[in-house]
């Protein structure tokens, strides 16, 4: 079972999508609410639900046919990095303190007790599918990084998973490791959604493909796949450094690292559309925008 967000005359319905794809409203407005009133009943989300959608029809649109909003409003959202081989490959390619030889920072990471985790995006920076992801303006070598997102509670306990879109700068990253940040946070740098998929109806969280496409002028031009069984972590471990001496929120993403890196020679553009589907959460699609084009629009 899954739970989406969505817009239908100026307000916001929240809803159960069966595995049928049947669409149910239900008396809520955010995920979690309802995992909160599950517990006060001394039931699983799931369960909760079925008692809201259980004999009735549903309504007669599909998921694709609604206005789709991001599935949480995550107060806030993190990312792990380097916790896939293909990502500390991808790293060691752009940092220009490889020496041949030698461990860089990347492998150090990969290998050490301690993830790489690290503040992504805030609700405000944060879109949901459709909507346009941005490109920085000071920066030559963008990519999309397709990820599997955990939403967790205050307490750490992960109630669901979507999808989420961690785009990054390679060459301000490449760089210097220390420009993280602007290699990461920006206007729109972060989509997550279509929806979240109950933690409890998983058989096995890193047994999911992963594909990743992106399409200029219509036509595709990047296809990758990769599954999270590649991941060198546990959910809980990622989700336990967060929790470390650190008030998180009930509804926040954890990013969980990305499998995916397009070919070295990819760079986003103006006007390309990013495809980022997990089978059983349903396909992010985001359109890319220029931050600069988008002023000039915006002031025409």
Request: glycine share 4%.
């Amino acid at each position: 079972m899954r739970v989406i967000r969505y817009a239908e005359d100026s307000r916001v319905v929240l809803a159960a999508v069966t595995d049928d794809n049947v669409v149910h409203p239900l008396p809520f407005t955010d995920f979690m609410d309802v995992v909160r009133e599950a517990k006060h009943h001394q039931m699983s989300t799931f369960r909760y639900i079925q008692t809201f959608i259980s004999g009735k029809q549903g309504i007669e649109k599909e998921m694709a046919e609604l206005n789709l909003l991001v599935p949480i409003v995550a107060p806030e959202v993190w990312a792990s990095g380097v916790t896939y081989e293909k990502s500390r490959e991808a790293r060691n390619y752009e940092t220009s303190e490889k020496i041949a030889g030698q461990e860089t920072c990347y492998d150090r990471v990969y290998n050490a007790e301690r993830p790489e985790i690290f503040f992504k995006s805030t609700a405000a920076r944060t879109v949901g599918p459709n909507a346009p992801i941005y490109l920085r303006s000071d920066s030559n070598w963008q990519i999309p990084e397709p990820e599997l997102g955990l939403v967790i509670t205050k307490e750490g306990e992960i109630v669901g998973y979507t999808i989420g879109n961690d785009m990054s700068c390679r060459d301000i990253e490449g760089e210097n490791p220390l420009y993280l940040p602007q290699a990461k946070i920006w206007k729109h740098s972060c989509a997550i959604g279509p929806a979240i998929r109950l933690a409890e109806t998983v058989e096995d969280p890193y047994n999911l493909p992963i594909i990743c496409r992106i399409y200029r002028n219509d036509q595709l031009v990047v296809e990758e796949r990769a599954n999270t069984k590649q991941l060198k972590r546990r959910y809980d471990e990622l989700v336990s450094f967060l929790m470390r001496d650190n008030e998180v929120f009930d509804g926040t993403v954890l990013l969980t690292g990305t499998c995916i890196v397009p070919p070295d020679q990819f760079t986003l553009e103006d006007g390309d559309r990013i495809e980022i589907e997990i089978p059983s959460i349903g396909v992010l699609s985001n359109p890319v925008k220029s931050l600069t084009q988008q002023a000039v629009a915006n002031k025409s």
